[in-house]
């Protein structure tokens, strides 16, 4: 008579074993390949928000009136609205109110929703109501300037906007952001999104990766650190990148 051998259960065990070893190895990498193919879609979002900056401002002069809080999604819609999901980076598509937190969470305001945000420091016309330790004279009031590819336009960001100056500090921890009444606005475009990165839009109308630290390098206004200070003290999150 001959029977068929089946396995015992120490077999099963060590199999069992050999698998979950291989899913804790296989997991990390699986995992990375995921955001590193989202931030190639948050890029390719980004590149088309540079095409409908582009068509915008050819036909306004090179100018951009209401590139500020969410109305820059109103007065961009006439080109934007057939693509709704360009409004999202795919790694912060949920609001604080369905459950999202920190850098992965996309803002809500006045109906509307994003995750991403404008550099508040491009308009046609200066802010009436700018704090006195702002520079009055910093607005990017045309997209023709010099240096252009260092402007930045649009970005991830935890609000709809942002005024940074260079004096803000970085967030404490990640996930940290600010709020309008804080004023501490470079938070808002300091959200770990990408590995240690955002994804921006330039005034030149390219669009790449930034460090998160590289965001104190910028212009985003006229007077960016003139004086050559120093960068901020990095916090320990931040120093791994």
């Not at 709704?84 to 369905?98: I, L």
Request: aromatic share 14%.
């Amino acid at each position: 008579m001959t029977g068929r051998r089946a396995f015992t259960l120490v077999e099963l065990l060590v199999v069992m074993a050999i698998i979950a070893i291989l899913m804790s190895i296989l997991m990390p990498s699986l995992q990375k390949a995921r955001r590193q193919s989202k931030a190639v879609v948050c890029l390719h979002k980004q590149k088309q928000w540079g095409h409908f900056f582009g068509l915008f401002v050819n036909e306004h002069d090179g100018k951009f009136a209401g590139l500020e809080y969410h109305k820059w999604m109103d007065v961009l819609e006439p080109y934007s609205k057939d693509t709704p999901k360009v409004y999202f980076c795919p790694m912060a598509v949920r609001t604080v109110s369905d459950g999202a937190r920190g850098s992965l969470a996309a803002w809500e305001e006045e109906g509307r929703k994003g995750s991403y945000g404008t550099n508040y420091w491009i308009r046609d016309k200066a802010y009436p109501f700018l704090p006195g330790e702002y520079p009055q004279d910093g607005w990017w009031k045309s997209f023709d300037v010099k240096g252009a590819g260092k402007v930045p336009v649009l970005l991830d960001c935890a609000w709809s906007s942002g005024l940074p100056l260079y004096e803000d500090p970085p967030p404490e921890y990640d996930g940290q952001t600010s709020s309008y009444a804080e004023m501490k606005c470079m938070r808002f475009f300091c959200v770990n999104r990408h590995d240690g990165a955002v994804n921006g839009l330039f005034m030149d109308f390219s669009a790449r990766k930034i460090g998160l630290k590289e965001l104190w390098d910028l212009s985003w206004h006229r007077d960016w650190n003139r004086d050559g200070d120093l960068p901020p003290e990095w916090p320990g999150w931040m120093r791994r990148f």
